[in-house]
């Protein structure tokens, strides 16, 4: 198959373009700085030479979006909102256009336009959508914004030859350098691993293997559309999840956080405390029934395979 991975030289892209190339497909990445083989320039916003690349593709997985690990101030959130919206917008324009349309449009979406909340998880079936949550940040509910407003412009994308399914993506975990999961190790590592504001918020998550073999299930099942979610089925609390990632590295102990000290790493580390901070209890309803098997279901098991993998390339 021709694959086009819109914004797919983050980490989430080259976890998809390794993986999928490797299986034996055409990968074609669409990147502001085309400068490797198999990648195409585009400007995500406007239609271009690039829109022939989705032209007779199979599927197009669009990832494009300014990275959230950044502080949220307004210029930011705003830059996070355009850089997805004007993205989504002119993929389902090329796609419209194209005289040989792919049959699939897998368009990145996000766990966050779930609500912070402890006492239920949040499928795509039951799952309350945030914004209006009592003693959440105001800002975080822009978050909940852009996650809706991706989400529209491909579902009011004129596409009717092509089969369109909103990824809503927890954490994704993989060993390469750079990720959420080299990023929290670098803390466990440090001694700094412990839980932040007490741990009590839930932290979802996919392993690296089982976000590229969900993709590929979607692909495949043409009976499904709309929103799934991709996460694994254990999410747990942030206390748990550091001292499963402490016991899979081999440290004993981590020191914990209070709120007012994650703001201060948080500012200095440029980043925001949404991130650590968001209960985000989210499963994969949609996923479990229609048969998908997660070969990594659960955080131990899926932590100890992440460290292997990690020190296997020399980084510890």
Request: proline share 6%.
């Amino acid at each position: 198959m021709k694959i086009v991975i819109p914004g797919g030289t983050g980490q989430v892209g080259t976890v998809l373009k390794r993986a999928l190339s490797a299986a034996g497909h055409d990968v074609v990445v669409l990147s502001r700085h085309a400068r490797q083989q198999g990648e195409v320039h585009w400007d995500g916003s406007t239609l271009g030479p690039w829109a022939g690349e989705i032209d007779g593709s199979d599927v197009v997985v669009n990832l494009a979006g300014r990275s959230v690990n950044c502080r949220y101030t307004p210029a930011n959130l705003r830059e996070m909102m355009d850089s997805r919206v004007h993205s989504a917008r002119v993929v389902g324009e090329a796609i419209a256009a194209a005289a040989r349309p792919p049959r699939v449009w897998l368009q990145m979406s996000t766990a966050t336009v779930y609500a912070h909340r402890y006492d239920a998880p949040n499928d795509e079936a039951t799952g309350v959508i945030g914004g209006t949550e009592p003693g959440a940040p105001g800002y975080w509910a822009y978050s909940v914004d852009i996650a809706k407003a991706w989400e529209r412009e491909q579902e009011t994308a004129a596409t009717p030859r092509t089969r369109k399914v909103a990824l809503r993506a927890a954490m994704v975990m993989s060993p390469d350098r750079g990720g959420v999961f080299d990023v929290l190790l670098r803390l466990v590592r440090l001694g700094l691993g412990g839980p932040v504001a007490g741990g009590a918020q839930y932290v979802s998550w996919i392993h690296d293997q089982d976000f590229v073999r969900a993709v590929e299930f979607l692909v495949a099942r043409d009976d499904l559309t709309g929103p799934v979610n991709l996460a694994a089925p254990g999410p747990l609390p942030h206390r748990d999840f550091m001292r499963v990632m402490r016991t899979a590295w081999g440290v004993p102990m981590g020191l914990p956080a209070t709120r007012w000290m994650a703001e201060a790493g948080a500012f200095v580390l440029r980043s925001d405390t949404e991130l650590l901070l968001k209960s985000r209890r989210v499963v994969p309803g949609r996923l479990l029934d229609a048969g998908f098997t997660f070969g990594h279901p659960d955080w131990p098991a899926a932590a100890d395979d992440l460290v292997r993998r990690f020190r296997s390339r020399g980084a510890g």
